[in-house]
C-alpha cells in the first residue's frame, strides 16, 4: 500500500500529535485544561551515574519504569564497576524550558522493575538559578567522581516543597503527582542520606492553564 503524499502528511501529522499528548496531560470539560510538562527534553544533570543511566532519561518523555527499556536514571554507588567515592545526599536537576515559569506541580515516575524504596524522602526545590556548583577540587577527581555538588544555598526565592517521609511505599510507587507552586527556571530532586541511590523514569513540570489563556502569560520574563 503507497501513501499519497497528502496522505503521507496527514500521517505524519496525526504521530505529531500522538506524541504530544503522551508528552502533555489533557483534562477535558467545558474549558479544556493542558498540563505543559516545562521539563521535557530541559537540560538535565545529577550527581553521578552508574549503569549508564544519565540525567537526560527523565526528561525524555517516556514514563517506563523499567530500568531495562533505557529510560530511568541512576546515580553513582560506593561498590561495582562504577563505583564512585561518595554517594551521599544525590540529586538530579533540569533547567525548565522558556526560562522562567509559575510551576504548580510536579509529577514523578518511579522505577517499577524493583527499587520503589529507593525514594523514599526525596525533596523537592525551586529555584531561580542553579543549586549545583563546581567542586573545588574537581581536578583531583578520579573518573569515576562527581564533579557538582548540590549547594543549599540561602537563596530567598527558593521553594522548598516539603518532606515525603510520610509517602508509604505504595504510594511511592506512583506516578507521584505533588503539588510544589512557586516561580522557578530550575527544578531540583534532592533524597537526602548517606549513601543513597537516586533513580527516575521520568519527572514531568506542569503548570495548568485554560486553553484560552496563551501559554507566554504564563512565563516570566
Do not use: K
Not at 530532586?189 to 496563551?214: A, D, F, N, T
Amino acid at each position: 500500500m503507497f501513501l499519497t503524499v497528502e496522505g503521507a502528511l496527514a500521517r505524519a501529522e496525526l504521530l505529531r500529535r500522538n506524541e504530544w499528548i503522551q508528552n502533555h496531560n489533557i483534562h477535558r470539560g467545558r474549558r479544556a485544561r493542558v498540563e505543559v510538562n516545562l521539563a521535557l527534553d530541559g537540560l538535565a544533570t545529577q550527581h553521578s551515574t552508574s549503569f549508564h543511566g544519565v540525567a537526560g532519561r527523565a526528561v525524555d518523555g517516556i514514563t517506563s519504569g523499567d530500568f531495562a527499556r533505557g529510560s530511568c536514571t541512576h546515580t553513582g554507588t560506593v561498590e561495582g564497576p562504577d563505583a564512585i567515592s561518595d554517594a551521599d545526599d544525590p540529586w538530579w536537576s533540569v533547567v525548565l524550558r522558556g526560562g522562567m515559569a509559575r510551576v504548580r506541580r510536579v509529577t514523578i515516575y518511579n522505577r517499577a522493575d524493583c527499587c520503589t524504596e529507593y525514594l523514599r524522602g526525596f525533596r523537592i526545590l525551586l529555584s531561580n538559578q542553579s543549586l549545583v556548583s563546581s567542586r573545588d577540587d574537581a581536578s583531583e577527581l578520579t573518573e569515576n567522581s562527581f564533579s557538582h555538588v548540590l549547594e543549599l544555598r540561602s537563596i530567598a526565592e527558593m521553594v522548598d516543597c516539603g518532606s515525603t517521609d510520610h509517602l508509604s511505599l505504595l504510594a511511592l510507587e506512583g506516578p507521584l503527582a505533588l503539588d510544589c507552586e512557586g516561580v522557578a527556571s530550575h527544578v531540583t530532586i534532592w533524597l537526602p542520606g548517606s549513601q543513597r541511590i537516586l533513580s527516575l523514569c521520568e519527572v514531568q513540570v506542569g503548570l495548568m492553564r485554560c486553553s484560552g489563556i496563551p501559554l507566554p502569560s504564563l512565563l516570566v520574563d
